[in-house]
Antibody, heavy 116, light 110 residues
Framework: QVHLVQSGAEVKKPGASVKVSCKASGYTFTSYYMHWVRQAPGQGLEWMGIINASTGSTSYAQKFQGRFTMTRDTSTSTVYMELSSLRSEDTAMYYC?????????WGQGTLVTVSS | QSALTQPASVSGSPGQSITISCTGTSSDVGNYNFVSWYQQHPGKVPKLMIYEVSKRPSGVSNRFSGSKSGNTASLTISGLQAEDEADYYCCSYAGSSTYVFGTGTKVTVL
């Protein structure tokens, strides 16, 4: 069955960068796109971007353009997200979610805490 | 891209039906039949309940149904049960490979 396993929690200082991984299994990795979604504490879901696991092409929410990057490694069936210039407002749970259809399978989430 | 508008809360008694609205614009909900709905219990990962406006994934109860009219999509839960108490989010394709979520609705079973 489909599994998306994300890397562990991170604590970062303001201005730093964070990179989170999402390892997929149970399906043909390159046949699907992958979304990234975040949820600040007590807040709603926020779409960040999507990557084509086959070609690596990406689309980002305008809000994150310039400091958010998604990549993938087809040899390990892993997608990555990197968020730079972190600020306190970036403290959130970050999820990867497979597109097929929409957000059908989700990772367990990675808590990123930004604090001085 | 602004979040889709949902009521902050909706409540109902067991056995009743409730409907959650999700209002967008002609650039998202009104222009594409790619509206989906997610259920999220506290501390849990969101779960896909409806996709492409009205389709149910395998394993989702037929008590959940979706529809759309113009710029507003709706999720109806019939025969409300205690386990349905959760947060619900809509999401729409917004063109150019972008998506937008709704503000979220807390469903309370009285």
């Amino acid at each position: 069955q489909v599994h998306l396993v994300q890397s562990g929690a991170e604590v970062k200082k303001p201005g730093a960068s964070v990179k989170v991984s999402c390892k997929a299994s149970g399906y043909t990795f390159t046949s699907y796109y992958m979304h990234w979604v975040r949820q600040a504490p007590g807040q709603g879901l926020e779409w960040m971007g999507i990557i084509n696991a086959s070609t690596g092409s990406t689309s980002y929410a305008q809000k994150f353009q310039g400091r958010f990057t998604m990549t993938r490694d087809t040899s390990t069936s892993t997608v990555y997200m990197e968020l730079s210039s972190l600020r306190s407002e970036d403290t959130a749970m970050y999820y990867c979610a497979r597109k097929g259809p929409d957000f059908d399978y989700w990772g367990q989430g990675t808590l990123v805490t930004v604090s001085s | 891209q602004s979040a889709l508008t949902q009521p902050a809360s909706v409540s109902g008694s067991p056995g009743q039906s409730i409907t959650i609205s999700c209002t967008g614009t002609s650039s998202d909900v009104g222009n594409y039949n790619f509206v989906s709905w997610y259920q999220q219990h506290p501390g849990k990962v969101p779960k896909l309940m409806i996709y492409e406006v009205s389709k149910r994934p395998s394993g989702v109860s037929n008590r959940f149904s979706g529809s759309k009219s113009g710029n507003t999509a709706s999720l109806t839960i019939s025969g409300l049960q205690a386990e349905d108490e959760a947060d619900y989010y809509c999401c729409s394709y917004a063109g150019s490979s972008t998506y937008v979520f709704g503000t979220g609705t807390k469903v309370t079973v009285l």
